[in-house]
């Protein structure tokens, strides 16, 4: 097929030349017209003819090609509708209609489902508005994450419908770690969590006790890591300094962080 059309392209191609080139007599102008007609007509057929076109129809269902299939299928009633293929080329059509239609049907009953999950974890948060700064805080519901304790937690701020996240990290202990750098590890993915010394971490101490801990603002790919992060029982955090503490998250910890980036999508999509 592929050595017919260019057969006849190339004759097409060279009768135009003659054309061109030779300035034949009326008749004879007359009669290499109809052939070339008769030969760019054989070239169309060879392209979109019905047989072609079912046999194209077939590849792109196979590579799910949904698109491409509509579009020949409308070429196949344009131009072949009495054809024996069309009916081939139909019910080929049929089943991705059928196909799509299930898909969008499965779609919308996931988006239901995520939207009920979403709304869910917003309504477990605790929340607490400060009517001094104009802000409501969104955080976990299954402890309070104090500065005096060993916890990595996630939290929500909301003020005039601008939303934020942070991310809170503490340690204590004994003795100091005083420690420079902070890390989120899960299943060989590790993530430094960027923070600056100044504004950013605090210190304290009481009881024979000492404590030190990081709240910092989320940016989006911390965020697109914790979705991860917080799904791997292997979830680890590592503050490093001159001593190093590095410990496994617990379920509630991770839990949280779940709960906690639903209920901010749930904010985000204006779901309450």
């Not at 937690?153 to 601008?162: R, T």
Request: charged share 35%.
């Amino acid at each position: 097929m592929k050595n017919k059309n260019f057969i006849l392209l190339n004759f097409a191609l060279l009768i135009i030349f003659f054309l061109q080139s030779c300035g034949p007599s009326q008749d004879e102008y007359d009669a290499l017209k109809k052939k070339n007609e008769k030969l760019k007509a054989e070239l169309d057929e060879c392209r979109h003819g019905a047989e072609k076109l079912h046999s194209q129809m077939k590849i792109a269902f196979e590579k799910e090609n949904f698109v491409e299939c509509k579009s020949i299928y409308s070429e196949m009633e344009k131009r072949h509708p009495e054809s024996e293929y069309f009916e081939k080329v139909k019910s080929i059509y049929d089943k991705v209609v059928e196909i799509q239609e299930k898909r969008a049907e499965q779609a919308r009953i996931e988006a239901k489902r995520k939207r009920k999950e979403k709304l869910k974890a917003l309504n477990k948060l605790r929340k607490d508005h400060d009517d001094v700064s104009g802000i409501t805080w969104y955080k976990n519901p299954y402890f309070t994450h104090y500065n005096n304790t060993n916890l990595t937690s996630l939290y929500i701020g909301d003020k005039n419908n601008n939303r934020w996240l942070r991310l809170k990290m503490s340690y204590s202990g004994d003795d100091w770690i005083f420690f420079k750098k902070a890390y989120l590890s899960y299943e060989g993915n590790t993530k430094e969590v960027p923070f600056d010394d100044y504004d950013d971490k605090e210190t304290d101490n009481g009881s024979g006790g000492v404590w030190e801990w990081i709240d910092v603002s989320v940016s989006s790919d911390l965020e697109s890591f914790l979705r991860d992060f917080a799904k791997s029982s292997q979830a680890k955090m590592r503050l490093k300094g001159k001593y190093t503490r590095t410990r496994r998250l617990t379920w509630k910890e991770r839990q949280g962080i779940l709960d906690v980036l639903n209920g901010y999508d749930a904010l985000e999509d204006g779901i309450k």
